[in-house]
């Protein structure tokens, strides 16, 4: 069903651990019937302290390019450069890693969005919401990133790292601009920790 639109590019993203081993799979059977088809793989899975994919050549045999860190504003670029026939590794595009022709990984600048008030509100217009096993459907999205505390020693250096959130006011018409588009009632603000005023 995937090929069924003859894409040029599939994206897969990695949200957790446990979905990488479903990604890779699906991605290999995708290479496999579609050799010329780039593969792009991101989420936060992609790093996690169990799987390396974006820093072992070897998960390279299944996709062409892994986008690292936040892609909302990367991943576009991408899809642009390559579209444009440009070479995405030629730094114009951020977060991204690639399999160089020596074996080695290829990488680019990696750049955090500084304001979550300027990324778009989330659009769910396109997915199938009456496929999920749910009662009622269920915007998942984030209203802030990093932690506001970023002490603790056993978390991971990339979830310390620059705090930021997107105004209470803009999260308001996020769900407003979801409910109305989409018909979904019920919204899960996945923080990974949001400060209790919020």
């Known amino acids: 069903s995937i090929l069924a639109d003859d894409p040029e590019v599939v994206g897969v993203t990695f949200p957790y651990d446990s979905s990488i081993f479903y990604g890779l ?6 290479r496999q ?8 793989v991101g989420g936060a899975g992609i790093d996690s302290f169990a799987y390396q994919v974006s820093k072992d050549p070897a998960y390279f045999g299944v996709f062409d390019y892994a986008m ?15 579209q444009a026939g440009g070479d995405p590794t030629d ?3 951020n977060n991204l890693r690639w399999l160089r022709p020596d ?14 008030n300027a990324i778009p509100s989330p659009d769910f ?6 496929g999920y096993l749910l009662p009622d459907p269920v915007g998942v999205f984030q209203t802030s990133r990093g932690c506001y505390y970023g002490k603790c020693t056993f978390c991971s250096e990339i979830f310390r790292k620059g705090f930021r959130m997107r105004r209470p006011d803009l999260v308001v018409e996020d769900m407003v601009r979801i409910y109305e588009s989409t ?13 209790p005023k919020t």
């Open 25 to 30: 799979k699906l991605m290999r059977l995708l």
């Open 33 to 40: 019937a579609r050799p010329e088809l780039t593969i792009v």
């Open 68 to 82: 690292v860190g936040e892609g909302e504003v990367e991943f576009p670029k991408l899809l642009d450069v390559l």
């Open 91 to 93: 730094g114009q595009v």
């Open 103 to 116: 074996g080695g990984i290829g990488a680019t600048e990696m750049v955090m969005i500084t304001d979550l």
């Open 125 to 130: 217009t396109a997915m199938p919401l009456d």
């Open 183 to 195: 018909g979904i009632r019920h919204f899960q603000l996945w923080d990974s920790l949001a400060p």
